[in-house]
């Protein structure tokens, strides 16, 4: 498996702009297919963006559609999320997710095609 470390979440006022990173380690960075999901307070982890292994194809949530872009750099074995135009509505702990030889990002809107998840980055966007 792959071991994920996510960085970069914090404090931002609504309307401003956050960069989360995720970097890892251990298997063929270029074998899994990499998405963000992200947990509120009360409710369950929702899919944010994916994109698959060689960053040709993304995938968004609708509610972040615009506003978030998903990118890799396989060289460097790490995946982002630009975030911009933040929303009180996006405050959230961010999880960073792997999956393995999976070549459609359609399917990595479910958390079950995930094999390795990091720890999570808390986003809190003020109003």
């Known amino acids: 498996q792959v071991q994920l470390v996510e960085s970069g979440g914090g404090l931002v006022q609504a309307g401003g702009s956050l960069r989360l990173s995720c970097a890892a380690s251990g298997r063929t960075f270029s074998s899994y297919a990499m998405g963000w999901f992200r947990q509120a307070p009360g409710k369950e982890r929702e899919f944010v963006a994916a994109?698959?292994?060689?960053?040709?194809?993304?995938r968004y949530a609708n509610s972040v559609k615009g506003r978030f872009t998903i990118s890799r750099d396989n060289a460097k074995n790490t995946v982002s999320l630009q975030m911009s135009s933040l929303k009180p509505e996006d405050t959230a702990v961010y999880y960073c997710?792997?999956?393995?030889?999976?070549?459609?990002?359609?399917?990595?809107?479910?958390?079950?095609?995930?094999?390795?998840w990091g720890q999570g980055t808390q986003v809190t966007v003020s109003s």
């Open positions: 994109i698959n292994w060689n960053g040709g194809s993304t």
């Open positions: 997710g792997a999956a393995y030889s999976v070549q459609a990002v359609d399917i990595m809107i479910t958390p079950r095609f995930y094999d390795s």
